[in-house]
């Protein structure tokens, strides 16, 4: 039924958090940011891990630019341990988008189902992450090869769940809406956006959250994915 899978990225097959707290303990240490005053290193990826989410989830709805993100994540974590916007946060975000790209993890099974779909599908990606570091982390976590297409908000010129980059990915990949599924861990980003186009949905879900509006599958693991397709 199903000839092109489009898949989204971070949280999806890329394990962002996990990804993120190995980046944050490294800075931690080498920006020694115990004296200061972060007093823990697990609250100090805890905060960022919220306010990243949060901010994510804004730029989506387009309330906050990529750039504004960048720039202001640093010092919300700062503010949120109840500390003074600090110098340090502008290198803090410079050696986080040196680190986070060049880790490797992806989410449990992950590479497994891409080794079982490889060569069945065509397979790729859309992502509302920035160009360069989303190919970084690709070629760092080995799964570059698998993707035919790589299509990012900047390419298409929209975002998730905007419409547009879900015509502008079946265009480009020479796919039709019936012969396509799109898979990612975001309800409102990938499914609710995938739907406006008539797509159909997997929505990779682990902590298996109650949604409104049912995608066409929800899964929990990978090798639920496999038995769908």
């Known amino acids: 039924m199903y000839q092109h899978l489009f898949f989204d990225l971070d949280h999806t097959l890329w394990d962002f958090d996990r990804n993120s707290i190995e980046s944050l303990c490294e800075m931690y ?55 003074p916007d600090n110098a340090v946060c502008s290198q803090l975000s410079d050696e986080y988008l040196r680190l986070l790209p060049r880790k490797p993890h992806l989410t449990e099974a992950a590479k497994d189902v891409l080794d079982h779909l490889n060569g069945r599908y065509h397979l790729h990606i859309i992502t509302n992450g920035f160009n360069e570091i989303q190919a970084i982390k690709m070629e760092s976590a080995g799964i570059t090869d698998y993707f035919t297409h790589i299509i990012t908000n900047e390419i298409a010129a929209s975002k998730k769940p905007d419409r547009r980059i879900f015509e502008f990915a079946l265009e480009v990949s020479g796919a039709t809406v019936e012969e396509s599924i799109m898979i990612g861990d975001n309800y409102e980003a990938d499914i609710l956006g995938a739907q406006t186009v008539g797509m159909d949905t997997v929505f990779y879900n682990p902590a298996g959250l109650e949604v409104p509006q049912k995608p066409t599958h929800d899964i929990r693991h990978w090798n639920e994915l496999m038995a769908i397709l």
């Open 29 to 83: 240490e080498s920006f020694r940011l115990a004296d200061a005053g972060i007093e823990s290193v697990d609250a100090f990826c805890e905060h960022f891990l919220q306010i990243n989410k949060k901010l994510w989830a804004d730029f989506d709805r387009n309330q906050v630019t990529h750039a504004y993100i960048r720039e202001n994540r640093f010092p919300l974590v700062f503010q949120a341990l109840g500390l």
